[in-house]
């Protein structure tokens, strides 16, 4: 059971680099029955990454998306954006024991994959691990505590 209120939809978001990579995660997520917005981009025409990710920052900020999955080249860009967003703690993840630690130990609420440096299938894994991975709090929360300014 995932420890993310999926009542509400999951924000996803990528630029041109990630957009294949968005689509094969999109399918997962119907396969799982999970709702979810895609704030785009939708075609693999170049465009700029903050465009997508702040609106998916945005949607995770204001409570309105459990949680967002973002994507671009090396995710560092969409990263960087999406943190700028209060209460948003935006990891980027390039396997599976990294997006388990995001969870357990920082509480990210927002998945960040370099599409250009993951194998196919395993941003579906990283996904499955980060979405049903609870945050540990204990000493963790004190530190999770300091992050906003």
Aim: with cysteine; proline share 3%.
């Amino acid at each position: 059971m995932s420890p993310f209120n999926l009542k509400l939809p999951i924000a996803i978001g990528c630029d041109h680099a990630g957009f294949d990579c968005k689509e094969d995660l999109i399918s997962f997520l119907e396969g799982e029955n999970v709702a979810y917005k895609d704030f785009g981009c939708f075609t693999k025409d170049s465009v700029d990454y903050p465009d997508f990710a702040h609106p998916v920052a945005s949607a995770v900020e204001k409570g309105e998306a459990a949680f967002g999955i973002l994507l671009c080249g090396s995710a560092n860009g969409v990263a960087i954006t999406a943190n700028k967003h209060q209460g948003v703690r935006a990891a980027l993840c390039w396997e599976q024991e990294i997006a388990e630690l995001a969870r357990k130990h920082n509480d990210a609420n927002v998945i960040c994959i370099p599409a250009r440096f993951v194998r196919d299938g395993d941003a579906e894994k990283m996904l499955a691990v980060f979405m049903n991975t609870a945050f540990e709090g204990g000493r963790h929360q004190g530190r999770v505590s300091k992050i906003s300014c």
